[in-house]
């Protein structure tokens, strides 16, 4: 509709004191057997639509969809899970967990059911009263696969973390916006936001395939180092 007037980024809310600081801690994985299996079979499916006459736009479309759904669903990310808690289990209070679907989210609940953390999840509307709960400050912990009420202020959620994440920055300012709320009971406020990242090495193996996650690593380093201004510290 024209171009644009005025940008108000994550940087200048950061700065500006509207959002707090933030740490981003990525976690390396690789593809285990099976999500190689399923990457081949996509490509495969792509080959085959190229074939058949399909346009080439919306057969990539598809290729990065189904190579998506592998990097989100999969297992691999969760013995890295659990031997980042063993040292980091402050960061599964106040936290939200983002994951693909509720049958993942009970792979997370298996390991997290070891720690003295009072959790529930979120995937369903009968399950609300648990958003509000949490957002009450009545648990520690969220597993959910929805996009969070906007109607909601949860200002005490301190650490997100990312099993599942779209190659659209939108979706993901939305998740990691939920930390980065001000919380006036806690002025010193800085978040984590911990995230899996396909390692270098296997990415090699896809080089049709934009490298989402590092993209999303470079993106969230770099606003992680904005630091808030003096001129608006109390």
């Known amino acids: 509709i024209g171009p644009t007037i005025y940008r108000y980024t994550l940087k200048d809310a950061i700065m500006g004191g509207i959002l707090c600081e933030f740490e981003y801690i990525p976690l390396t994985y690789n593809f285990s057997l099976e999500d190689k299996k399923k990457t081949k079979i996509a490509y495969s499916r792509y080959n085959t639509r190229k074939k058949s006459g399909l346009k080439e736009n919306e057969t990539k479309i598809q290729l990065y969809m189904d190579l998506a759904d592998v990097r989100k669903l999969s297992k691999n990310k969760l013995p890295i899970f659990e031997n980042f808690i063993k040292n980091n289990t402050k960061n599964l209070k106040n936290c939200l967990i983002f994951v ?90 800085k978040s984590n936001v911990i995230d899996f990242v396909l390692s270098k090495e296997e990415q090699k193996d896809y080089e049709d395939y934009e490298d989402a996650d590092f993209a999303r690593q470079e993106w969230l380093t770099d606003i992680s180092k904005t630091k808030r201004s003096k001129y608006y510290e109390n």
């Open 100 to 189: 693909e679907t509720m049958e993942y989210g009970k792979l997370i609940q298996d390991i997290i059911i070891h720690y003295d953390i009072d959790y529930h999840t979120y995937y369903a509307d009968d399950e609300k009263q648990n958003l509000k709960k949490f957002a009450n400050g009545e648990f520690d912990l969220l597993i959910t696969c929805k996009k969070l009420s906007q109607g909601i202020d949860i200002n005490s959620v301190q650490n997100i973390i990312l099993f599942s994440c779209s190659r659209g920055k939108l979706e993901t300012i939305q998740r990691i916006g939920r930390c980065l709320r001000i919380d006036p009971k806690n002025p010193n406020k």
